[in-house]
């Protein structure tokens, strides 16, 4: 029986740090952990945009320091998990909870976050389905994964950095390939887990969010074998839950922070939304909703489109009560405590800034459950009703007051018109016969290891690589495209922001430097 292994050997059998490892910890998540930090990827995220870019914003807040904090929730939640006497045995049924196994998934979750942040994943994924045929597109999990365990050298066996089976899997919020693994695939569930959907904007092109693509599915199956019989194929591990859960926590707390800090968040605009929702709320709740959707400029009506959203998508847990309660914590706290003086850096504000991050990421990290047998919208590792919808109102308010702003749209176009352009110039580049031996040395490296993952690929199951022509790759050469493909979108996604837009001046040149940082990875 399955659940007769001890699955805390199984997941650190593959790897331990012994004599002449170079690794300094004893336990092998400790290694983990410092492995990830040492990655080349890691320090690059302090370049990365977390919501829009770093590079002269004044923004705190980066893929670097977000991953940070994430690690540090995480390690919070897997303690106070595992001290609970209720919550222990439960954890212990599900394939256990290492504290350091979550703060170094934490660490690692981001790595394959490319420039520009979210942008930046969405451009890359656009580029890739359609211009190379890749069959998985882009994604920034995936790509983590795919970092830690193919495209990063600092491992002892060069290929990846050897992380255990334990840590690899933690990393897998959304433990499914893009269009067929595993089989039946998430997304045909009558309730699909979070993320499995496909977009409703492109039907027909597999789950809107994935942790792994067929070039690692031989990783996947290894580091989550400890948890058959356990967890389902689609499920979590309790670990990976608690790094997603810490990951929404460190997103809804901290991005208001930077935007509060540099005038963005603005009181007015937040106050208005949220009190007229409160006041009219019974008004707001007899509108059709062709009205709310054409008056969804007017305050409280986009929060009420919240409210209908979050009965249709995740009815297993949504209470009016609890949002009308949410509501009136995120206005008393957000908007009449932070919000309230704007942000001059005296220590007054720099004070306020750090009581609103204390006081909700202790509440949220004390809001948590286990679970055995969780909706398929949730993993076992859960937030109390009460936390949960607190999430979504401050989620809401940093997409509703920051993420649709038209100034920031602006800001977005023109990164995206960079990275395709950059995507299109290495194209070409890669193509030039007569430039065969002056390549940059990465991106002809990458371009070996893709043709060697995807010939192999192409030798046993030819049919996971279909792309958006419908038709499997043609010989040899059709074997060829899809590595440049994949090579070109893997060489970008490993830029910093600023690297991708050095780059994109050298090879149209722009720049008279002959020499760049952008080659570093």
Known sequence: MADQVDPREARRSERSAGPGSGDLAASPYRVDRDRVVASPFFA????????????????????LTHSLKVAQVARAIAERLRADPVFAPLIDKLGGCDPDVAEAAGLAHDLGHPPFGHLGEQVLDRLARHRFSLPDGFEGNAQSLRIVTTTDTGGPSAIGIDLTAAVRAAML???WTRLSHPDPHPRHMSSPPRGASEPVEEPGTGSSKFSVYVTELDDMAQSRAAYAGRLASWQQTVEASVMDTADDIAYAIHDLEDFHRIGVLQHAPVAAELGHWLSDALELAGLADETLAAQARRPGHSLEQLRRRMHRRDAWVVDDDAFVAAVSRVRTELVDGMLDTPFDGSAEAEEAVARFSSVWTVRLVDGMSVVLDPPTRSGHVMLAPAQWHEVQVLKFVHRRFVLLRPDLALHQRGQATLLTSLVEALEQWLGDRHEANRLPRRLTDLVELAETEYRALAATDISTLVGATGEPPRGEHGIRELARGRAVIDFVASLTDSQ???????????????????FVL
């Open 500 to 518: 991708a837009a050095t780059l994109l001046d050298a090879l149209t040149g722009r720049s008279a430097q002959p020499w760049s940082d952008a």
């Open 44 to 63: 690059r995220l302090g370049g990365v945009t977390q919501v829009v870019s770093a590079s002269g914003s004044g923004l705190l807040h980066n893929r």
């Open 173 to 175: 919020k959304y433990p």
